[in-house]
């Protein structure tokens, strides 16, 4: 514990993945495990880890990088922390994000901005930016990030790691601030695959706190992990590999396509024709979804109030214009107005019902196959403030990651080499609560 926060010293003014460290409370945990003895029977025991700011964290400061948490100490673990705990695993501390996950670049924080490990210029991705550099950097070898349309596996693109976003439903949310209900899910980052079945071994399960809670035992993750993908059907979906690609990006997905091959896996063309309206219709969703759940940030119940209101009205106006910043606000007023009778049919509306072609694609893929695999992003990491301010172009670089979310699949985006110097995201999705075949063909790959 004393090395990783030494190499969080020596790192940390360069990189900026946390919001708050907790080193006391962590080195004390671990003096005590020292004296009680580790326990053997949980192999994640007395390992540090780093958890990303939108997850509850008794006692810690919980900011989900908005200026409106800036002083939110919760009461309670998420169920996730509870279960990290339960391991024997120590967290380290609180990481950068955007503001309540709204981004692709961790520039919308409140707070600060995180660099990528492997050229400071630029960003590490996000939403879950400070949960992929922390591990980039080797400042913690596992954090926890979330994922609503790519915001671990993109971040874990652009760094060089892996990053799983499991099945809808697999991990419980309970104590995540929500985003959009219906898409979000907490996941592991890590160095390597074993690392990260591991710690979502540890992670899921079913929980009564989580109305959309999978009610089924989880199998082992690393249970067969060497079994190879001998005969193992590979789905190359040619909407990924269409226009927009990096050279260097399509080069690394096409040189992995041949080492499946050569790893005795069947590797076909295939189509999902709806995967182009993912980005819209994610957009409709998620700004939806999150525009009903921050109106319960109204200055009276959490975080931020303005010290000028002085009436009730002022007090939700002020505290709301102050306390969110503008991506945040973007969201909200795109979400209200796709919600607003008289738009709701043209457009929510609309958008559910493009989810479900998306979905029905999938399905149909996987009658099939038993993966798909494509990059998981066009491009390689951008510079530091090249996109911030021009949020269309931000909202279409998840084109191939909003699918997955949008059918509740499980997706991984694991390294697959480089372009101009920089990390290239190799991605594969499986069908739903088939984490497994994910692990064991990454594991080949790897
Ligand atoms: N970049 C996407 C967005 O801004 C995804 C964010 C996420 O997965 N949390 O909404």
Redesign the pocket.
């Known amino acids: 514990m004393k090395a990783v926060y030494a190499r969080i010293a020596e790192t940390e003014d360069k990189i900026g993945s946390f919001i708050t460290l907790t080193e006391e409370e962590a080195l004390e945990k671990a003096r005590e495990m020292d004296a009680a003895g580790i326990n053997p029977s949980n192999i994640l025991s007395g390992l540090p880890i780093g958890i990303k700011d939108n997850i509850v964290t008794k006692g810690t400061l919980t900011t989900a990088a908005s200026k409106m948490l800036e002083d939110f100490i919760p009461v309670y673990d998420a169920t996730v922390m509870e279960k990290v705990t339960d391991a024997g695993m120590i967290s380290v501390g609180k990481l950068n994000m955007?503001e309540f996950?709204?981004?692709?670049s961790t520039e919308t924080s409140a707070y600060k901005i995180t660099r990528n490990p492997w050229n400071l210029a630029k960003v590490p991705g996000?939403?879950?930016g400070g949960s992929a550099s922390a591990v980039a950097a080797g400042q913690v070898p596992m954090t926890l990030g979330?994922?609503?349309?790519?915001?671990?596996r993109?971040p874990a693109a652009f760094t060089g790691i892996v990053g799983m976003k499991p099945t809808y439903g697999r991990v419980s949310r309970f104590g995540l601030i929500a985003?959009?209900s219906s898409?979000?899910q907490i996941g592991p980052l890590t160095r390597t695959v074993k690392d990260n079945a591991l710690v979502l071994n540890t992670i899921s399960g079913y929980d009564e706190k989580d109305s959309m809670s999978y009610n089924e035992a989880t199998p082992d993750f690393t249970e067969g992990i060497e079994a190879g993908v001998k005969g193992m059907k590979i789905g190359v979906p040619k909407e990924y590999l269409q226009e927009g690609l990096e050279a260097g990006v399509r080069e690394a997905v096409l040189k992995a396509i041949e080492t499946f091959k050569e790893l005795g896996a069947i590797v076909e063309e295939v189509s999902l024709p709806h995967s182009k309206y993912g980005v819209p219709a994610?957009?409709i969703i998620?700004s939806s979804e999150a525009s009903s759940n921050l109106q319960r940030f109204d200055g009276i119940r959490y975080g931020y109030r303005s010290p000028e209101a002085k009436t009730l009205e002022e007090v939700y106006v002020k505290s709301r214009s102050e306390g969110f910043g503008m991506?945040v606000k973007r969201?909200i007023m795109l979400g209200t107005f796709s919600l607003s009778s008289g738009f709701y049919d043209a457009h929510f509306k609309k958008a559910g019902q493009t989810r479900t072609l998306i979905r029905r694609d999938f399905e149909k893929v996987f009658e099939g196959y038993d993966l798909i695999l494509g990059p998981t992003t066009t491009k390689t990491a951008f510079n530091i403030g090249g996109q911030v301010h021009d949020p269309v172009a931000?909202?279409l670089?998840?084109i191939l990651?909003?699918p997955a979310?949008l059918a509740g699949v499980p997706a991984i985006s694991i390294p697959a080499g480089f372009s101009n110097g920089l990390p290239v995201g190799l991605q594969l999705i499986a069908k739903h609560f088939d984490e497994k075949t994910i692990y064991q063909a990454a594991y080949a790959f790897e």
């Open positions: 955007d996950a709204m981004g692709g996000g939403s879950s979330t994922d609503t349309g790519g915001s671990i993109q985003f959009a898409l979000d994610y957009y998620a991506e969201r931000m909202y670089s998840d990651t909003v979310n």
